[in-house]
């Protein structure tokens, strides 16, 4: 592979929400090598003038369920259509994914490794993935998808593919279940833990109050997770919901709408992360009746969405640390870059790139290789057709306002020319 070269841009610097100028960078075998004021000697490279375009770092969405296909089949797609068939559309929603300027996201509850290679082979088109493998729900939990009709048992078909929840979620009761389902996503090779820590909108038999396993069952699924170097987040709308997690050790708590201050400071306290996905609740309000969502949980986002952005102001107050989410299932992932509108009202615009990029890699535990443009990361990066830290539209539009993206140091669009 050429050295590539990029000159005359200005470089949005996320950690100071600035844009820098006279900058050249040198990436090479797919990562930054040098970010250097004023030009960068070389023999041979492709070089590109970007033209006064700012440069910054491929976003970062830390919630997202690429295997969510229709609106209709939120949480179990896979029990409605045959995985082959379900793999083309999620490769499909990934590449478009990508065009919208995400460089990585983490998917949490769904995808599987094998998503995750396909991606990191470069046979398709799409971001760097963190998979969840699937959700470890409780019997009634956020994952069990079974009505308040169903009285079928869902004891043995978890580890098919088109079990209880179609691949999104296994259930698992009791120390020794939890461990044990811990324990076996991770043999399957995911990233993290995800947790279904409380009722949810996407589930017909869990309030949004409830609170979803024992504090001795959470314990042990993060200990599980942490035994085997990674983390666990948790799905928790409520305070009671949030603190019993953090208790617990779960380092990111997933969508906090009722956070209420007292649980923010223990946020702080517990340096754990939030993972707002204000936009899942605007779009199922706006679109849900039309793309057949059940009633019950169009009821159920009906609460959540009163509540508005008030988890952002709380957790911006508290000092919390802020990851980027947006928890669009099927159709509505077209929305996904309104999140960024979304918080604007509450954020400013440098703190919500800020939560796309650099706090995004803190999450994944890639501080200093993803979220940055600086030596030694990957060289995932976009381009705008403007500054950005102005105007958070121009990361709208499903990435028409994006002049290039690059991943790994592989252009995935590119208006410029060689020189
Ligand atoms: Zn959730
Ligand atoms: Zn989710």
């Given at each position: 592979m050429t050295d590539i070269i990029l000159k005359n841009f200005e470089l949005l610097d996320p950690e100071i929400g600035e844009l820098k100028s006279g900058y050249e960078i040198l990436i090479s075998g797919g990562e930054i090598k040098k970010v250097v004021k004023g030009k960068i000697k070389y023999r041979k490279a492709n070089v590109y003038d970007l033209s006064s375009c700012t440069l910054m770092p491929g976003l970062i969405d830390c919630h997202v369920h690429v295997t969510s296909l229709k609106l209709r089949w939120a949480m179990n797609s896979l029990q409605q259509i045959l995985p082959s068939y379900a793999t083309a559309i999620t490769l499909d929603k990934l590449r478009r994914c990508v065009l919208r300027g995400f460089t990585t996201v983490r998917d949490t509850a769904g995808a599987d490794v094998g998503h995750r290679e396909i991606m990191r082979s470069g046979l398709f088109p799409g971001p760097r993935l963190f998979v969840?493998?699937?959700?470890?729900?409780?019997?009634?939990?956020?994952?069990?998808?079974?009505?308040?009709?169903?009285?079928?048992?869902?004891?043995?078909?978890?580890?098919?593919?088109?079990?209880?929840?179609?691949?999104?979620?296994?259930?698992?009761?009791?120390?020794?279940?939890?461990?044990?389902?811990?324990?076996?996503?991770?043999?399957?090779?995911?990233?993290?833990?995800?947790?279904?820590?409380?009722?949810?909108?996407?589930?017909?038999?869990?309030?949004?109050?409830?609170?979803?396993?024992?504090?001795?069952?959470?314990?042990?699924?993060?200990?599980?997770?942490?035994?085997?170097?990674?983390?666990?987040?948790?799905?928790?709308?409520?305070?009671?919901?949030?603190?019993?997690?953090?208790?617990?050790?779960?380092?990111?708590?997933?969508?906090?709408?009722?956070?209420?201050?007292?649980?923010?400071?223990?946020?702080?306290?517990?340096?754990?992360?939030?993972?707002?996905?204000?936009?899942?609740?605007?779009?199922?309000?706006?679109?849900?009746?039309?793309?057949?969502?059940?009633?019950?949980?169009?009821?159920?986002?009906?609460?959540?969405?009163?509540?508005?952005?008030?988890?952002?102001k709380i957790a911006k107050e508290a000092g919390v640390k802020i990851a980027f989410g947006t928890d669009l299932m099927g159709e509505l992932d077209i929305y996904q870059s309104d999140e960024f509108i979304i918080r604007s009202k509450i954020l400013t615009n440098a703190e919500v790139i800020r939560s796309a990029t650099i706090v995004g890699a803190e999450v994944l535990r890639m501080e200093g290789r993803l979220g940055i443009i600086t030596p030694g990361a990957f060289a995932d990066l976009i381009v705008v057709e403007g500054n950005p830290l102005e105007d958070l539209n121009l990361l709208t539009g499903q990435g028409k306002y994006l002049a290039a993206i690059m991943k790994d140091g592989q252009f995935l669009k590119n208006n410029f020319k060689k020189l």
């Open positions: 969840s493998g699937r959700a470890i729900s409780q019997t009634g939990g956020h994952a069990d998808m079974r009505s308040r009709v169903d009285h079928s048992d869902p004891c043995n078909c978890f580890h098919m593919i088109g079990s209880l929840s179609g691949g999104m979620g296994r259930i698992a009761d009791g120390i020794a279940e939890v461990r044990r389902a811990v324990r076996d996503e991770i043999r399957l090779g995911v990233d993290q833990i995800k947790v279904m820590a409380s009722g949810g909108v996407g589930s017909p038999a869990d309030p949004i109050h409830f609170l979803q396993y024992s504090m001795e069952e959470l314990s042990a699924i993060v200990e599980e997770a942490e035994r085997a170097d990674t983390y666990a987040m948790a799905h928790a709308y409520t305070s009671a919901a949030i603190s019993r997690a953090l208790k617990a050790g779960v380092r990111t708590i997933e969508h906090g709408n009722f956070i209420d201050e007292e649980t923010a400071n223990f946020m702080v306290e517990k340096k754990a992360y939030l993972v707002p996905t204000l936009v899942a609740y605007h779009m199922i309000s706006k679109h849900g009746k039309e793309l057949g969502y059940p009633e019950e949980s169009i009821a159920k986002n009906k609460n959540v969405l009163k509540i508005g952005a008030n988890s952002l």
